[in-house]
């Protein structure tokens, strides 16, 4: 996909998945807005991809006026925004009785109200262009993981947020969709890397036996944000390798 001359934003791109996403956009000819709080990390891949087309604005999605800002920012640089990757996200893990009170609303304050308040940020300059949203839930918004109802709460509201946004295409022309990856190499997932029977088990669950890089996921990104993809709304795209394939049992061989 040839994405030239259209602009998008992208939260959560210092790092991870946001980082392999954006890259990928630059790759395919497209302006980037680059968001999140680690500016220096946002301006070092910004002049990979190339200064004149992208635009770094520390942005924290906790904070409504930064986000507005951020929007406000992009539409004054490049005027029109094709699509926004609402990708910013943290974790907390934990069974009930071990997690914090606190840090649960704090979890719940970026992963869902850090996504509504970018979404709804965008929203009229999406309205204008026809454009496409693309949030980062994950296999955790799609069923429960062990020690982690927290995480399932956050993305499983994602899910839903994004099903019922894109109801209201036909009045807002916003098309909504999110993906919903399985392990992939980040930040966030980087402890986890060296444990070796945490790993193992993983590739006995993953059809395709590895966990993602973040250019796996940057595909699917741009073909949701795409024409291409005109008439895809609603969808929670798995890409998890075959995870979603299975209905749960063990394998038996
Ligand atoms: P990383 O930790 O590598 O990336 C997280 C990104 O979110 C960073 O760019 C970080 O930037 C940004 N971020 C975090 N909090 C805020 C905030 N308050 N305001 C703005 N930006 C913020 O992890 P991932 O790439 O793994 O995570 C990206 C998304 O993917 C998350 O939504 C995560 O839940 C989801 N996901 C991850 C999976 C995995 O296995 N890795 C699987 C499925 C989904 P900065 O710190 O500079 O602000």
Known sequence: MNLEGKTYIVTGASSGIGEGIARD???RGANV???????????AIASEIGNERCLVVATDVTD???VAAMVDGAREKFGAIHGLVANAGTAAMG??????????????????EG????????????????GSVVATS?????GGDWGAFAYNASKGAISLMV?????????????????????????????????????GAFKTRIPLGRAA???DIAGPVAFLLSDEARFVNGVILPVDGGLNASNGQPPLG
């Open 213 to 215: 890089d973040p250019s």
């Open 138 to 142: 994950s296999v955790s918004g799609i």
């Open 95 to 112: 069974r009930m009785e071990e997690l914090d009170p606190a840090d649960f609303r704090k979890l719940l304050d970026v992963n869902v």
């Open 33 to 43: 807005v680059l968001a999140a709080r680690r500016t220096e990390k946002l301006e």
């Open 163 to 199: 099903q019922g946004l894109a109801l209201d295409a036909h009045a807002s022309g916003v098309r909504v969709n999110a993906i919903a990856p399985s392990l992939t190499l980040s930040e966030l997932t980087e402890g986890m890397m060296d444990n070796d029977d945490l790993i």
């Open 25 to 27: 956009l630059g790759v």
């Open 64 to 66: 409504p006026d930064q």
């Open 115 to 130: 996504t509504y308040t970018t979404i709804r940020a965008a929203w009229d300059a999406l309205k204008e262009t026809g």
